[in-house]
């Protein structure tokens, strides 16, 4: 049961997607459309030198959107991607809307544009509220829940993303964040690293960030789409217009469940998956799980010139 992921935050690099859309029309038309779309093409910051230009939450987000769909549109523009055997679809946090884009819940200017107001607005927030994200190495949902707990304090500290087996990241404000460093050892957690992002995402921080998404969502059409996707907010799947434009509502502020998102496709069949670019941070945490999967991947010209028909022969 063949099943597509869509990378969130931290996976842009400099240039990527560019050298797909030299060789392939189908997916410079994305990149085309975006352009006109956010009055600015972002290849500009894409195909630059500046990291800290591109890492920008409001910029970086719509950026990696692009770039998904610009590679799936390489593939099935080739015949290499068999959608009609797609069963499910996933994103992390704002891969949720390139996933969505994707299946069609979602048009793919309505996307961008959402994907860049979505940026702008954690952007804004995290500039208004000086907070961050931890990563916790060894640390159960038990134990991470626990440390939010005694380092909350009067200051903001949840569980933000419960991403696989021992991979979770809190979130909160930086004061919090500090206290939740020094208590580590007390709650079995071998390390925090504290992670590159601008403050603390799926976390009440970006309430102010909820709100403005929430009124675009209210003027965007969302429809029926052809392939369940499963929602970060619940880790299962749906098609239902409603429940999908309430979850978006939801998702900013409300922890990522990743590793329950990866646990229905796994119960439900799926051994065949495929990551677009750019990075294979999602696909890599799947070697955290006691199956046996085939991971395809495509993030650059060469990568496509030499991928083979997805799924193949997978069941």
């Keep these: 049961m063949p099943s597509i992921l869509f990378p969130g935050q931290g996976a842009q690099a400099?240039?990527?997607g560019l050298d797909i859309a030299e060789v392939d029309e189908a997916a410079r038309g994305v990149f085309e459309a975006g352009a006109e779309a956010l009055g600015t093409d972002l290849r500009d910051v894409i195909g630059g030198t500046d990291a800290a230009a591109l890492d920008r939450t409001d910029v970086c987000q719509p950026a990696i959107l692009m770039t998904s769909l610009a590679t799936l549109a390489a593939l099935e523009s080739r015949g290499l991607v068999q959608r009609d055997r797609v069963t499910a679809v996933a994103g992390l946090s704002l891969g949720e809307y390139s996933a969505l884009a994707w299946a069609g819940a979602l048009s793919t200017i309505d996307a961008i544009k959402l994907v860049r107001l979505r940026g702008e607005a954690m952007q804004a927030a995290s500039e208004a509220h000086p907070s961050g994200m931890i990563s916790l190495v060894g640390a159960t949902d038990e134990s991470a829940a626990a440390l939010c707990d005694e380092a909350r304090g009067n200051d903001v500290l949840v569980v933000a993303n419960l991403l696989a087996p021992k991979q979770i990241a809190i979130?909160?404000?930086?004061?919090?964040?500090?206290?939740?460093?020094?208590?580590?050892r007390a709650h079995g957690i071998r390390k925090a690293v504290r992670l590159s992002v601008a403050g603390a995402f799926h976390s009440p921080c970006m309430e102010p960030a909820a709100a403005t998404l929430a009124a675009a969502l209210d003027d965007t059409a969302v429809t029926t789409p052809s392939i369940p996707v499963v929602m970060n907010v619940t880790g299962e799947a749906t098609t239902d217009p409603n429940t999908i434009r309430d979850l978006l509502r939801k998702q900013v502020t409300s922890p990522v469940r990743w590793q329950a998102s990866m646990e229905a496709l796994l119960n439900q069949g799926s051994r065949a998956f495929l990551e677009p670019a750019p990075g294979r941070q999602l696909t890599n945490m799947l070697r955290r799980y006691d199956h046996d999967t085939a991971v395809a991947h495509c993030s650059t010209a060469d990568d496509l010139a030499e991928f083979t028909a997805w799924p193949g022969d997978a069941p």
């Design 14 to 16: 400099l240039g990527m």
């Design 171 to 184: 979130a909160g404000s930086n004061a919090a964040l500090d206290r939740a460093e020094g208590l580590l």
